[in-house]
């Protein structure tokens, strides 16, 4: 591969997405001093069109219209879930609800499904998942008399599926993953799993966090039946943004879950004595959708089923094959180690590199204009996110992580992290 400037810079006239950049806030600077955000797969850069989507509800759906607006609002969460679904997930229509946080999303369809397997008492996750996955299957284990089997997964290489097979039997009733790990950004292989724990009799519940708006998801053709994931990462919701969930199709109707709200009941508005859960994906909904957030949701969603999510995972791809080829060249002579797969399949959008200094690091880039996010156990995780880094960011970010390496000037930042970030 070509590690010049120049190569990223060619690479950046032949992106057919290159004209998205330019839709997002902070990023007319062109400088040699720019921000080089590589976070994006924390939180999101701002679409230049959502201040306008916000202003428009406020001033004229709340501010003029008032309580007149809810027929223009009581949909929401179908409405942007379809926009999520059918543009980004591969999904069905009326199979995806943008409804509260990814954890109690999670909380929601874990239960539901482990109702929907009776006699079985054991729920599987990973030893690596995110912290919320892992303490909302602790909590629902807790809750109902069940074991969890936390399967060891490598730091770096993600879930062995071997591994996972010989964790399920017929005690099993849920499996939580995620399809992409939040620390390395290993990729499982999502209908292969799927179909291994569906011959145990047991049921997937993916987490599509730092997958939704990075990589292919066809989960209509992968047979995935239960998902939830956040919509401020690759998705650019903006901070706080609700979660989706989905549930396929041909399961909605066995499945119930757990919080009886009044926005999962059949006919709402006849404001019945029991209740007695809709008919398809509004009844895993449970009270009033956050309308202003939901509006911003949509425009981020939207700009990335409009970049098209095929063309979106081929430049992650590159510029991950981009980053590792970099980082093997100018950084792992100055004493990092890759902490993401090699395969550029068996990836998500980010790369992520381990150095026993990776605090300190993390720390002197932000100064330097690079925003990466620092990760445990000594990690430095980068994520370029397609529809708005480009080649050229990637190879500068890298460079000024090489001086920086090279001038030691991280050696002054404190060796430990003191507060909360
Ligand atoms: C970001 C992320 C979440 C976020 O959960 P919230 O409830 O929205 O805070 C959950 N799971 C994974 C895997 C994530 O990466």
Same mark, same amino acid.
């Given at each position: ?33 720019? &921000?080089?955000?590589?976070? =994006?797969? $924390? ?13 428009? +509800? ?26 999520? =679904?059918?543009?980004?997930?591969? !999904? ?5 609800? &943008? ?39 602790? =909590? ?37 993953? $995620?399809?992409?790990?939040?620390? $390395? ?9 799927? !179909? ?43 901070? =706080?943004? @609700? !979660? ?14 757990? +919080? ?48 098209? +999510? ?45 150095? @026993? ?14 925003? %990466? ?10 994520? @370029? ?28 930042? %404190?060796?430990?992290? $003191?507060?909360?970030?």
């Amino acid at each position: 591969m070509d590690l010049t400037r120049a190569a990223a810079e060619a690479l950046d006239d032949a992106d057919p997405l290159a004209g998205f950049r330019s839709r997002f806030a902070g990023t007319d600077d062109d400088g040699p001093d720019r &921000l080089l955000y590589l976070d =994006g797969n $924390s939180l999101g850069r701002m679409p230049l069109d959502t201040p306008a989507a916000l202003a428009r +509800i406020a001033e004229e759906e709340w501010g003029r219209g008032l309580v007149g607006s809810w027929a223009s609002w009581i949909d929401v969460g179908t409405r942007v879930g379809d926009v999520i =679904g059918t543009g980004v997930l591969g !999904a069905r229509p009326g199979e995806v609800l &943008l409804a509260d946080s990814t954890s109690v999303d999670l909380y929601k369809l874990l239960v539901a499904a482990a109702d929907a397997r009776p006699g079985r008492d054991v729920l599987v996750c990973s030893a690596d998942d995110f912290p919320t996955d892992r303490y909302v299957v602790a =909590g629902v284990a807790a809750a109902r008399g069940m074991t969890v089997r936390e399967v060891p997964a490598d730091v770096d290489e993600g879930l062995d599926p071997a591994v996972l097979a010989g964790a399920l039997d017929e005690r099993v009733a849920v499996v939580v993953l $995620s399809v992409v790990a939040y620390r $390395s950004g290993a990729l499982a292989d999502v209908a292969a799993v799927t !179909a291994t724990a569906r011959e145990a009799g047991a049921l997937v519940l993916w987490d599509l966090s730092h997958a939704a708006g990075a990589v292919t998801l066809d989960l209509a053709a992968t047979g995935v039946d239960l998902a939830v994931g956040c919509t401020y990462k690759y998705l650019n919701g903006g901070p =706080g943004a @609700p !979660a989706f969930l989905y549930v396929r199709r041909e399961l909605q109707e066995q499945l119930r879950q757990p +919080i009886w709200g009044w926005f999962g009941q059949r006919d709402q508005f006849a404001m019945g004595p029991a209740y007695d859960p809709a008919p398809g994906i509004d009844r895993f909904g449970v009270g009033t959708p956050p309308v202003l957030a939901a509006a911003a949701v949509e425009v981020g969603a939207a700009l990335v089923a409009e970049a098209g +999510i095929d063309r979106l995972a081929a430049k992650g791809r590159a510029m991950t094959d981009l980053l590792v080829a970099l980082a093997d060249a100018c950084l792992t002579p100055h004493g990092t180690v890759l902490a993401s797969p090699r395969d550029p399949a068996r990836r998500g959008s980010h790369v992520t590199l381990a150095h @026993p200094a990776a605090w300190q690091l993390t720390q002197a880039l932000v100064d330097r204009g690079v925003v %990466p996010d620092f990760r445990t156990p000594h990690r430095v995780r980068l994520g @370029p996110a397609p529809l708005y880094t480009r080649f050229v960011d990637v190879w500068d970010a890298v460079d000024r992580f090489r001086a920086l390496l090279e001038d030691g000037a991280w050696r002054d930042y %404190p060796q430990e992290r $003191s507060r909360v970030t």
